[in-house]
């Protein structure tokens, strides 16, 4: 079982494609290819832990339809774009803003937004988080996981401690179609 990490995927949200400038030709181009690169790494037996800006727009049915889509246990840390539809789908194994988590020995603090300090930082522990689309300079210990920094794609502890080294190399390697 494997514990995988993801943020701001807005299935649904017309604006991300013009404000991100995401890669793909149409709406339902991108909540397709998000939702094959995430089934392409997870497996029924993993977790996701997803950290908010899940869902803007679609309606509930749409939200439970991609919900069971993707594969894995699912838990969601609220974002600033998640509505009542997205924190009342019945797909989520959890519902919060906030969680800790240890993962391979790593302490691991997890908020959509990301903090400038946080419970454990002297001690080694990391904060994972969202809402910046790539656009927030990091600092230490801390990671965005979300899609736009991440290759589109879900990403485990290994791949976010050496994610920092892969885009100063230019070593991309992203699923664009669905």
């Keep these: 079982m494997t514990i995988w990490f993801t943020s701001d995927t807005h299935f649904g949200d017309p604006r991300i494609l013009r404000i991100d400038r995401r890669p ?5 181009a991108h909540d397709a290819a998000l939702i094959a690169n995430w089934n392409a790494v997870v497996s029924p037996d993993d977790t996701v832990w997803h950290l908010g800006d899940f869902a803007l727009g679609p309606s509930e049915a749409r939200i439970a339809e991609i919900l069971a889509a993707l594969a894995g246990t699912k ?3 609220i974002g600033n774009n998640d509505g009542p539809a997205t924190l009342a789908a019945s797909g989520w194994a959890s ?14 603090v997890l908020c959509h937004y990301a903090f400038r300090t946080w419970n454990g930082m002297g001690r080694g522990a990391l904060d994972l988080h969202g809402h910046s689309h790539g656009q927030l300079k990091p600092i230490p210990k801390q990671y965005d996981v979300g899609v736009d920094a991440q290759d589109f794609v ?3 502890l290994p791949a976010i401690l050496v994610s920092r080294r892969k885009r100063n190399t230019g070593d991309k390697k992203r699923n664009l179609s669905p």
């Design 24 to 28: 793909f030709a149409d709406l339902p």
């Design 75 to 77: 838990h969601l840390i």
């Design 154 to 156: 879900p990403v485990d």
């Design 95 to 108: 519902v919060g803003h906030y969680a800790e988590l240890t993962v391979d020995e790593r302490r691991l």
